[in-house]
């Protein structure tokens, strides 16, 4: 088990900005990422990291979020701007590692109009 501690999630008004961390222990090599769910609905890719650096995004994020990783404190940053009502979710971080998907617990972000 890999252990993902995420943290900076809140509450916002829309066309405010956060920024998500995702902490990860042990040796991590794999692609790490954010994805987001709402009640009733499939987890949603928000956006991925690989340990060179190669992004990938959601359309709906493009050009507002942005993935970061610092591979020698194992850390992943998520900064949201120009948030919107429709980016409420709880949001949680992955890492695709060894064949194996490993999750934090969830962060809540909450956007309001």
């Known amino acids: 088990q890999v252990p993902l501690v995420e943290s900076g999630g809140g509450l916002v008004q829309a066309g405010g900005s956060l920024t998500l961390s995702c902490a990860a222990s042990g040796f991590i090599f794999g692609p790490m990422g954010w994805y987001r769910q709402t009640p009733g609905k499939q987890r949603d890719l928000v956006a991925t990291?690989?340990?060179?650096?190669?992004?990938n995004y959601a359309d709906s994020v493009k050009g507002r979020f942005t993935i970061s990783r610092d591979n020698a404190k194992k850390v992943v940053h998520l900064q949201m701007n120009s948030l919107k009502p429709d980016d409420t979710a709880v949001y949680y971080c992955?890492?695709?590692?060894?064949?194996?998907?490993?999750w934090g617990r969830g962060t809540q972000v909450t956007v309001s109009s």
């Open positions: 990291i690989t340990i060179a650096g190669l992004t």
């Open positions: 992955n890492l695709d590692q060894a064949q194996r998907q490993f």
